[in-house]
Structure formats: structure tokens, C-alpha cells
């Protein structure tokens, strides 16, 4: 069964530190995994999207990285701000044209001043 | 905003009441979803709908009716509920069916079954 564990569910840090958060999947074959930032009351948004050959993608002070051997991902956040908290969601394309994505659970993140 | 538009934002309805969530994306997106948001569970597909036309179906109980009169406009007609079906209601649309993801997510519908 295709499956995206998120790891931590929730996490508490100080403005202006770094974090890494990390997901997990069972989902084979792989297309390609999103990390989605979900705002409160919000709809999830997109900030980056890695392929089966990329192994790190940048969108700002978000990093992502692709391990696709072990099948992991991480999000790193770097020099976090209030407005980076949020819910953020590991979501996995299965490859080979078959259907359905995985969601994970997410991770919620609060940033404190 | 990000082209795709749901309302109400919020809505409570007793378990006898009839009501419809709508959406509406000028995206010139094809396709459409429905997805349930519910606490510490990860994001359901509910219905797909592409041209108009519903692709898919994931075991939805028959109290959510979907309705898509357009590639624009999508609906959730919603009656005799239980108090499980409180969660956040999510649509979302994409250029294709393309199964990549990239999929544009209304702002969702805070729904209260009561």
C-alpha cells in the first residue's frame, strides 16, 4: 500500500532558527513528490516539485531534498519568520500511469517570537 | 488568492438540512476535485471531474452529490450528514488530469454537521 509518513506531526521553534522537516514513502514507481505550506484556514500552495533525478530544489528560504534510493524527503527552513507557520504536506505521484496521489499527514509548524 | 474560489468559507448545518458548497476557479483549468480535510488525517479525494465529466469516485457515501455544469464551476450538494462529515472541504483544479500534482487548492469549506 503506497503511504507518505511525515515526521515530526508537529513541531514548536524560535524565530530566526533553521528546521528540517522530513517525509518518508512507500509510493513505487515514483514520479515525482510536492511539498505543499498549508496556512490556517487556507488552502495547501505548492512550493516545490522534485523528480525521480533531482536530488534538491530551492523556492526561497525553503530547501527540499530528494533521496530517491531510500525514498526520503526533507523540507529545510532557514532563518524561519512568524509567517512560516503553518501545516506542511509531503505529497507523492505514483509513477508508470498509475492513479492517485498520497497525502501525508503534514507537519505542524509554529514559529514563536 | 490563488485563482480558485469556495464558498461559504464556513458553514454549520444540522443533520436534516440540505446545502451545496461551490466552486469556481478562471484558471482555464480542465479538471476539478473534490477533497475532505479532516483533523490529523491526510487529504481525501472525494471526486474528480474532467471536461465535465466525473472520472472518479473514491467510495463517497451518496449524502455528497457532486454537480459540475461547467469546467469552471464545481458543486458539493451536501444532505442529511452526520456529525463525522465535519471537516475542511477542499477543491482544487488543474490544467489536466496530468496526475503531477500540480493542482491549485481553493481556501476550503470549514463545515460543522451539528
Known amino acids: 500500500k503506497n503511504q507518505v509518513e511525515q515526521s515530526p506531526q508537529s513541531l514548536i521553534i524560535l524565530e530566526g532558527k533553521n528546521c528540517t522537516l522530513q517525509c518518508n514513502y512507500t509510493v513505487s514507481p515514483f514520479s515525482n513528490l510536492r511539498w505543499y505550506k498549508q496556512d490556517t484556514g487556507r488552502g495547501p500552495v505548492s512550493l516545490t516539485i522534485?523528480?525521480?533525478?533531482?536530488n534538491t530544489k530551492s523556492n526561497g528560504r525553503y530547501t527540499a531534498t530528494l533521496d530517491a534510493d531510500t525514498k526520503q524527503s526533507s523540507l529545510h527552513i532557514t532563518a524561519s519568520q512568524l509567517s512560516d507557520s503553518a501545516s506542511y504536506i509531503c505529497?507523492?505521484?505514483?509513477?508508470?500511469?498509475?492513479?492517485?496521489?498520497?497525502f501525508g499527514k503534514g507537519t505542524h509548524l509554529i514559529i514563536q517570537p | 488568492e490563488t485563482g480558485v474560489t469556495q464558498t461559504p468559507r464556513h458553514l454549520v448545518m444540522g443533520m436534516t438540512n440540505k446545502k451545496s458548497l461551490k466552486c469556481e476557479q478562471h484558471?482555464?483549468?480542465?479538471?476539478m476535485y473534490w477533497y475532505k480535510q479532516s483533523a490529523k488525517k491526510p487529504l481525501e479525494l472525494m471526486f474528480v471531474y474532467n471536461f465535465k465529466e466525473q472520472t472518479e469516485n473514491n467510495s463517497v457515501p451518496s449524502r455528497f452529490s457532486p454537480e459540475c455544469p461547467n469546467s469552471s464551476h464545481l458543486f458539493l450538494h451536501l444532505h442529511t450528514l452526520q456529525p463525522e462529515d465535519s471537516a475542511l472541504y477542499l477543491c482544487a483544479s488543474s490544467q489536466e488530469v496530468d496526475r503531477v500534482g500540480g493542482y491549485t487548492f481553493g481556501s476550503g469549506t470549514r463545515l460543522t454537521v451539528v
Open positions: 484558471l482555464g483549468h480542465n479538471a
Open positions: 522534485m523528480t525521480f533525478s533531482e
Open positions: 505529497v507523492v505521484t505514483p509513477g508508470g500511469g498509475a492513479d492517485g496521489l498520497t
